[in-house]
């Protein structure tokens, strides 16, 4: 597949969905990467219930990699130059989330485009939300 361009971009255009693996063998494999390992809140469930929560949640940074992976299986050889998030609420480990974008603004000379990011759940509610912008060639 050729790089995507900036040209080829629509306003507007809605990314392909990408159905997340947060199941809690990836999850701890990710935590075991990014050194949390020792934190049950992302390791195991009924340590995160122990902390008040309802059970294993995934790890900020594992959400917002999720979303860098929607933009690059879009656009492989985007640049990201930035991603902001925000936390609405906790993606839970072994639930079924679909990370979602649309483009909202496309600036030519500098050849970015602006995405709309989201997480939602399989009740259809919005866990995770935050904008990019990437770089095309």
């Given amino acids: 597949m050729p790089p995507r361009t900036f040209e080829s971009v629509?306003?507007?255009e809605e990314l392909p969905e990408l159905r997340a693996d947060v199941s809690l063998g990836r999850v701890q494999r990710f935590a075991t990467a990014v050194g949390m390992a020792g934190n049950p809140r992302f390791t195991?469930?009924?340590g995160a219930r122990r902390q008040g929560l309802p059970g294993a949640i995934v790890p900020g940074i594992?959400?917002?990699?999720?979303?860098?992976s929607l933009i690059h299986v879009w656009a492989p050889g985007a640049q990201i130059?930035?991603?902001d998030t925000v936390f609405r609420a906790p993606v839970l480990v072994d639930?079924?989330?679909v990370c979602r974008g649309v483009v909202t603004h496309l600036d030519a000379p500098q050849r970015s485009v602006e995405i709309?990011?989201?997480?939602?759940n399989?009740?259809?509610e919005t866990r995770v939300l935050?904008?990019?912008v990437v770089r095309l060639a």
Avoid at 116 to 120: G, H, R, Y
């Fill in 122 to 124: 399989e009740a259809g």
């Fill in 10 to 12: 629509v306003f507007g």
């Fill in 81 to 83: 130059r930035t991603i």
């Fill in 44 to 46: 195991e469930h009924e």
């Fill in 130 to 132: 935050g904008t990019a």
């Fill in 62 to 68: 594992m959400s917002q990699a999720l979303l860098a």
């Fill in 95 to 97: 639930s079924k989330p």
């Fill in 116 to 120: 709309d990011l989201t997480i939602v």
